[in-house]
């Protein structure tokens, strides 16, 4: 008879499967929870921490010997405990799946709450952030044709993508693993070595991605705050961040996760709204509308920043842990990549018809009337009047990103603790480790303070590799195992990714060095 100890019930019995074998002659036949010694089991006994597995024999004690002997004694420390099945709680489902003489697949308890709707949801939700700023530009830069398109094959890209991390993580789970993350699915495949590459790929894509969100406060301030230059805005953006590194729990800030949710629909309505005034009242001649791109280079750069308004990938483990229904995850994949693609190319669709060609790489920065806003005209030259539609814009962008930002810088800092024992136990060390996240964000946000130029170059690298090409590998992997399905279309995923990773990077960084040179000419200018 096997003997499970309390440890691990703890390790597995909130999760979906774990495997057990059965020794010596008993044949496992009844699984009980057990609680504090009480006969009468509540809903917290059944899911407390001293709670022990035991196998019950098919006949009498003296069958199976001294083994079960201890059993009937009840030992906790053996893990070992005989009940009635009568008395487990009514959700137990541990003992519907047994064998004669092995326990294969116990299946556990699925406490998820998530119905596969509010799945999609939460990914609608996810994908819908401040990145949207940028889709009116990628549009105007492609053209009408070519940017639609791109911007419905980032759609399908990234759904293709994410089905193919879900395919993963079942193959895991139905080998009996419990991937908390997708960094658990490469150990899986490729070993520890794997996982903590891949952990410290995607932490630099994070505090790089925050970055970029302290440059977008920064402008959004500015559209408050003209008086002042777009690099002090930045320097004030990046000062309000910067406690995140004595951050211990995000308990009290992530309560405020639903602001994401409304953020998400201010963003549509006042970006729709906005580009209704601008086709209405700004001259003709300052809408240029294209069918086609100017410049094809640009292209798969442009393509991988519309990826990066999608791109759910890294909380599909969490999510698919949390569902009622594991299994609908790639429903839910599906039908919020339709939603979210339907809402981006009629959001971009009208951005690009209210501005044309001249709208703003961030489209806040459009909403004023000539000479332009402050941060794409000259500090010297006095902006005009701002659209109401902007200054709504601008609060709901700095305050879905004040709880997004200390968010992701903590996701960050707590993966990094979770994978080198010495952040756990040197003071030193861990500051340190928290000082360079944070810092690392501020450097971008202060040296680089280039909204679509640094979001083209984080995409075209670490996006591409952890949304698409990681998950091509993982999948290939499993595929030699006959553990998932890699065929025709998952290779074209892979060319694709690796295509838009060698030319978007060259065409982006191109970008950036222009940005940058017009930039110091700007400032050179000034003095």
């Keep these: 008879m096997a003997v499970v100890s309390s440890k691990e019930i ?26 504090d010694g009480d006969d009468d089991l509540e809903d917290e006994d059944y899911m407390n921490e001293d709670m022990v597995i035991c196998t019950l024999k098919r006949g009498s004690t003296s069958d199976c010997g001294s083994d079960d002997q201890r059993c009937d004694r009840g030992s906790e420390e053996d893990g070992l405990i005989s009940k009635d099945l009568e008395k487990l709680p009514r959700q137990d489902s541990c003992a519907s799946n047994f064998s004669t ?31 949207v ?93 003209d008086t002042l230059t777009s690099r002090q805005c930045t320097f004030i953006a990046v000062g309000c961040g910067f406690w995140t590194v004595f951050i211990r729990s995000v308990s009290t800030i992530s309560k405020g996760a639903a602001l994401g949710a409304l953020a998400s629909v201010v963003y549509i309505l ?10 209405s009242s700004l001259p003709i001649e300052t809408r240029s509308l294209h069918m086609w791109p100017e410049n094809l280079g640009n292209l798969p750069q442009i393509f991988a920043v519309m990826l990066y308004a999608y791109s759910p990938a890294d909380v599909l483990p969490t999510l698919q842990k949390d569902m009622v229904q594991p299994e609908q995850l790639p429903v839910a994949v599906f039908a919020s990549h339709v939603i979210v693609a339907l809402a981006y190319v009629a959001l971009a669709c009208a951005g690009y018809f209210g501005w044309g060609r001249s709208v703003a790489g961030n489209v806040l920065q459009s909403m004023c009337e000539p000479p332009g806003c402050p941060g794409v005209i000259p500090d010297d030259v006095r ?21 997004t930002i200390p968010i992701v810088l903590y996701c960050v800092i707590f993966t990094m603790e979770s994978q080198f024992a010495t952040l756990k136990t040197s003071r030193f060390a861990n500051l340190t480790m928290r000082l360079g996240v944070v810092l690392g964000s501020v450097a971008i946000a202060l040296f680089v303070p280039f909204f679509i130029e640094i979001l083209g170059v984080i995409s075209t690298v670490l996006l591409v590799s952890i949304q698409i090409l990681l998950p091509c590998i993982i999948s290939w992997s499993l595929s030699r195992e006959g553990k998932s399905r890699f065929g025709a279309l998952e290779y074209g995923l892979f060319v694709l990714g690796c295509v838009v990773m060698v030319i978007g990077l060259n065409s982006s960084l191109r970008n950036l060095a222009a940005a940058i040179r017009a930039a110091n000419s700007k400032q050179t200018g000034g003095a």
């Design 10 to 35: 703890k390790e597995h019995c909130d999760f979906e499967a774990t495997e057990f074998d059965v020794e010596g002659g008993c044949d496992a036949k009844t699984l009980s929870p057990f609680g």
């Design 101 to 131: 003489g092995s326990l294969s697949k116990v299946k556990v308890p699925n406490h998820g709450q998530v119905t596969t709707w509010a799945a999609t949801t939460n990914l609608v939700t996810c994908m819908i952030g401040a990145s």
């Design 133 to 225: 700023l940028s889709l009116p530009k990628m549009v105007a830069d492609s053209g009408w044709i070519m940017g639609v398109a791109m911007l419905v094959l980032a759609g399908g890209t990234s759904s293709r993508a994410s089905q193919m991390v879900c395919q993963s993580l079942h193959a895991v789970r139905e080998s009996g693993g419990d991937p908390q993350s997708i960094g658990d699915v490469v150990e899986v495949c490729f070993g520890i070595r794997s996982k903590k590459l891949v952990l410290v790929l995607v932490s630099i894509f994070q505090i790089c991605k925050c970055g970029v969100y302290f440059v977008v406060v920064g402008a959004n301030l500015h559209y408050w705050l």
């Design 270 to 279: 006042s970006i729709s709204s906005a580009s209704a005034t601008a086709a």
């Design 383 to 403: 902006p005009g009047a701002k659209w109401t539609s902007g200054y709504i814009l601008s609060i709901a962008v700095v305050t879905n990103l004040a709880v």
